[in-house]
């Protein structure tokens, strides 16, 4: 059984450029769940996407956005990147409202 | 809202001590619990979960009760071991508005000396 993948691993971008993170969901899960953790601090939810639609927003801003695809892979997009930004993001799989497998998240850097 | 709170890290102790990292929390309803680690460099492992009051968690030594009156779920360990040293997150997840989201507290960095 494959687990959470999430690609790529790093990344570094400059202030004001676009980025997209991917996610490959664990067989047989239908829902992600993205999640943002800064330095030093807990993760925090962003979005989660159920059978390709969204299920659910944290506090986050329009510019961070998602899709989900029939595979049940998923894409995190944020526009207008800003040095706060800068974070470890989490992907994370589940097979409806079950227990929430993470991948190994991408290390996103804004300059 | 719903919120975590775990003791501030970092946590030492020498290798075969008692564990024990505090977890209140805040929530509407009756969430579900859980603890999660993370190793340097890795993603989020599940360690252990209780879905109701007086549930107790249980995985590799490592345990939590499910303490409604208190709204705790505190983690424990009889004997601690290097390879255990790493961040450990309490979190719940109610049912709201927002989907099935996890709501984490800060995390605790637990360092074990040999």
């Known amino acids: 059984e494959t687990g959470v993948t999430q690609s790529p691993t790093h990344l570094i971008k400059t202030r004001g450029q676009q980025v997209t993170l991917r996610c490959s969901s664990q067989?047989?899960?239908?829902?992600v769940s993205w999640y943002q953790q800064a330095l030093g601090q807990g993760p925090q939810f962003i979005f989660q996407y159920y059978r390709e639609e969204e299920n659910g927003r944290g506090n986050f801003p329009p510019r961070f956005s998602g899709l989900q695809f029939p595979n049940y892979s998923s894409e995190l997009n944020v526009n207008a990147l800003e040095l706060d930004d800068s974070a470890l993001y989490l992907c994370a799989s589940s097979r409806d409202s079950y227990e929430q497998y993470f991948g190994p998240g991408t290390r996103l850097t804004v300059t | 809202g719903n919120s975590v709170t775990q003791m501030e890290g970092p946590v030492t102790l020498s290798e075969e001590a008692f564990l024990t990292i505090n977890c209140t929390y805040t929530a509407t309803g009756y969430p579900s619990l859980f603890w999660y680690v993370q190793y340097p460099g890795e993603g989020l492992q599940l360690l252990l979960k209780?879905?109701?009051?007086?549930d107790k968690g249980s995985n590799k030594g490592f345990e939590a009760t499910y303490r409604k009156e208190t709204t705790s779920f505190h983690l424990e360990k009889g004997s601690v071991q290097v390879s255990d040293s790493a961040v450990y997150f309490c979190?719940?997840?109610?049912?709201?508005?927002?989907?099935?989201?996890?709501?984490f507290g800060g995390g605790t960095r637990l360092m074990v000396k040999p």
């Open positions: 979190a719940l997840r109610a049912r709201n508005n927002a989907g099935n989201m996890l709501t």
């Open positions: 209780a879905t109701k009051a007086d």
């Open positions: 067989s047989g899960h239908n829902t």
